[in-house]
């Protein structure tokens, strides 16, 4: 039964309402995206969404240099500004005060006897009756029409760059290091304590199942001064291991109510079949739940994943000492937005540098997160 | 040592610890404690399996008590407690304190406009999204595309719309789409049209929508076809403070209106966006809006595709037309689902703290109580009203906790 039968307008009313929908959710992320493969010059002197057409616009002024040759008893350099062969200039000027006084394939006296000519294709030829020695050669202004051009540079600048100290290649693996065994560890407590919620009978389970659920809410920001306290006189202080075991706690109840919904809904059948033919309650868990519950295992590590790679709170809390060897990518991001808050080649670059890994998952293992996601809301 | 290395130490031996331990202690109590031979065989069995469930739960239940059930009172303790003093006792003074500073009470206001308009505007958007994306044949693709920024970071997020609110200086292009497109206005009657009449007409059909709700909410209570025994307590306090909270809603929209009608905008200024008070509250919610729609649709679009088709193939027989079908059919179905994807919105947007850390740290009135406290306990250092603000969050969230544990005793019973 369709609603909006195929002929009717309100069929197209619908794919036009969807794909403004959709236009408007990307475009942010898009804007991002494209910034990043920017040169700073180029961000800062027009919004990203017009990189992607050919525009016309004022380049920053270009120092000529080159070989000096003699022709006909005159000293000339010639050359090309550009390294594209794609660039048509309209206008031209030697000084800031008029960027856009000449046109192209105008001869133009620079002083001293020198001339020099810039073609519309960006080649010039500066020519003296002298030798230019070791003067400094004039500048040029240009306002051109360039194609788009992206670069690369910014990546390697953020992630591989080894003079860059506010780089993100030690945030990376310190992130990396911090949601790994932040995940794996819950899911292996929460799988055992949800079996025995979802299979085993004792007084009390109805209790702790309704204790889980309650706990699912708790607002994990109580948390953060009494247990700081406890890692301090503990001995653990800041570090890795406190990251790990807050990250298991907190992540704790939302796996054990996920993988226990999943578990319940398993065929009674095939486990008392196995206690039948004399499996212990180990036996059954290890060979017939947990291969079982693999969709509900996966949309948890999603979950957790996705929480802990992103999370900000926890790890300033819990992890980032006053030195700052253990800074993570979310935190590097908040430090450059303070310190770089206009140099958005270098912002852009770090967050999708930091954005990417979730989203690789997000769209390999959409599945999954949608199925968890379901079970974990809609009864 | 590395810490890639001591991350994959920690891995085996957490890992393998659990695996030990559960193997191991199963062992222990099958054949050294309660072996399952001998004279007291089947007495041993089934103490054994009395004992068993403890020690599968054992490390959840530890980890559980420490890291969230014991913080829970002892960030209590802390908010009663004064810790340049000793960790004397100093009842409700931290609270008054609190009570006491504008800073306070002005992420109270900004946490109470977050928590009705983003899940609103989520559920809102996200109920469009999924409705229209189930029509077509390539919904799919859109809505995995609108689900997207679920992957994505609150700080990424926060630095993907800084970029959308960034200004420039008056002259300059703009490279931040916000301003762009504000400066393509220049108050002709185009701009008249956008700005004035479409918002006005927005916030038109806002107040009316709380209307609806407050009717909808009150109409049990007062009217007599409803056996007034169905509505337990909790139901009449629950829809009192609905019907509250969309009074307010409706008292700030209508009160927008004539003061939009008049307002004299800057045309043509490039605006820094963030800095306008009240207005960057709203910006900055449209960013949690941006995250928390495509978790609204997808689970509302399983919802949608759970209604019985003979419902509505029986409401097109009568002649409903496809708004009454919606409103009127469907979104009365699955309403316990709208109500889950609310409530669990409001969590969320109860502890969003990273947004406004990365974008504004609460300055030009942003405040919210989750960066409020960060500010307390980190930045000033003072504990006992960092914890009470805690409290208050944990108050906050209190009646979702109740209803929740309510609604999962009900099932397993």
Not at chain 1, 81 to 96: H, N, P, Y
């Amino acid at each position: 039964m369709n609603m909006f039968s195929k002929k009717s307008p309100l069929t197209w009313a619908v794919h036009i309402s969807v794909v403004l929908l959709v236009a408007l959710w990307l475009f942010p992320t898009v804007g991002l995206f494209v910034s990043s493969f920017r040169t700073a010059d180029q961000i800062a002197n027009t919004g990203w969404w017009k990189a992607l057409f050919t525009q016309e616009r004022q380049a920053p002024a270009i120092r000529i240099s080159g070989e000096e040759a003699e022709i006909d008893g005159r000293f000339v350099i010639s050359g090309n500004l550009f390294e594209s062969d794609e660039v048509e200039i309209s206008k031209w000027g030697t000084s800031s005060r008029a960027p856009e006084a000449y046109a192209p394939g105008e001869t133009v006296d620079v002083g001293d006897g020198a001339s020099l000519t810039v073609t519309e294709d960006g080649a010039f030829s500066l020519a003296a009756p002298q030798s230019f020695g070791d003067s400094r050669l004039p500048r040029v202004f240009t306002t051109a029409t360039r194609p788009p051009e992206f670069t690369l540079e910014n990546y390697r600048f953020v992630l591989f760059d080894p003079g860059n100290r506010e780089g993100m290649a030690r945030a990376f693996f310190n992130t990396l290091t911090v949601t790994i065994p932040a995940t794996i560890i819950p899911i292996v407590i929460a799988a055992f304590a949800a079996y025995a919620l979802a299979w085993m009978r004792f007084p009390g389970r109805a209790l702790l199942i309704a204790a889980v659920v309650g706990l699912l809410v708790v607002p994990l920001q109580l948390a953060l001064i009494p247990l700081l306290r406890l890692h301090n006189e503990i001995g653990i202080g800041k570090g890795y291991l406190g990251v790990w075991l807050a990250h298991t706690g907190f992540g704790l109840p939302l796996a054990i109510y996920l993988l226990r919904n999943y578990m319940v809904g398993l065929p009674r059948d095939i486990i008392e079949n196995a206690r039948v033919d004399g499996a212990t309650d180990f036996q059954i868990f290890v060979k017939i739940i947990l291969p079982l519950s693999f969709p509900a295992l996966a949309s948890f590590a999603i979950f957790q994943f996705l929480w802990t790679w992103n999370d900000l709170l926890v790890a300033l809390v819990f992890l980032i000492d006053a030195t700052g060897e253990t800074t993570v990518m979310t935190k590097q991001i908040v430090e450059l937005l303070g310190t770089r808050g206009g140099n958005w080649e270098i912002l852009a670059t770090s967050a999708f540098v930091s954005i990417a890994v979730p989203l690789v998952v997000f769209f390999a293992m959409q599945k999954y997160l949608v199925r968890g996601l379901l079970a974990g809301s809609v009864k | 040592m590395h810490p890639a290395l001591q991350g994959l130490i920690t891995i085996i031996v957490g890992v393998g610890g659990c695996v030990g331990y559960f193997y191991l202690s199963n062992r222990f109590l099958d054949y050294v404690l309660f072996p399952a031979r001998g004279e007291h065989a089947g007495r041993n069995i089934n103490r054994a399996n009395q004992i068993r469930p403890w020690l599968f739960l054992f490390p959840a239940l530890f980890a559980l008590g420490l890291y969230l059930a014991y913080p829970v009172f002892a960030t209590l303790w802390l908010s009663l407690t004064d810790r340049n003093a000793g960790g004397a006792f100093v009842g409700f003074a931290n609270y008054s304190q609190m009570f006491g500073e504008p800073k306070f009470w002005e992420a109270m206001t900004n946490n109470m406009l977050w928590l009705i308009i983003v899940p609103a505007f989520s559920t809102g958007f996200g109920l469009l999204a999924a409705q229209l994306t189930d029509r077509i044949s390539w919904g799919g693709i859109a809505k995995s595309l609108i689900f997207m920024p679920m992957a994505i970071s609150f700080v990424g997020a926060a630095v993907i719309w800084k970029l959308v609110y960034d200004t420039r200086p008056a002259g300059q292009d703009q490279i931040g789409v916000l301003n762009a497109v504000w400066l393509s206005f220049d108050g002709g009657a185009w701009s008249v049209l956008v700005l004035k009449l479409m918002p006005i007409a927005l916030l038109a059909v806002f107040a009316a929508c709380m209307g609806y709700v407050i009717y909808q909410a009150l109409r049990p209570l007062l009217g007599r076809e409803v056996r007034r025994g169905q509505i337990g307590v909790w139901g009449y306090v629950l829809r009192g403070l609905l019907s509250l909270a969309a009074a307010w809603m409706l008292w700030l929209s209508l009160g927008a209106i004539p003061s939009l009608f008049s307002a004299s905008l800057p045309y043509g200024e490039p605006q820094t966006w963030l800095t306008i008070p009240f207005w960057n509250s709203i910006f900055l919610m449209v960013v949690l809006v941006w995250i928390q729609t495509g978790f609204a649709m997808v689970i509302l679009s399983a919802a949608l595709r759970g209604i019985p088709e003979e419902t509505i193939e029986a409401a097109i027989i009568d002649g409903a037309n496809p708004f009454q079908i919606f409103f009127k059919i469907k979104v009365p179905q699955i309403m316990s689902t709208i109500v889950v994807v609310w409530t669990t919105i409001t969590i969320v947007v109860l502890k969003v703290f990273d947004i406004v850390f990365a974008m504004t740290n609460g300055q030009w009135e942003t405040q919210v109580l989750a960066n409020y406290m960060y500010d307390k306990l980190f930045r000033t250092n003072d504990w006992g009203v960092g914890s009470a603000s805690a409290m208050i969050i944990m108050l906050l969230v209190t009646p979702i906790l109740a209803w929740n544990v309510y609604n999962a005793r009900k099932e397993t019973r």
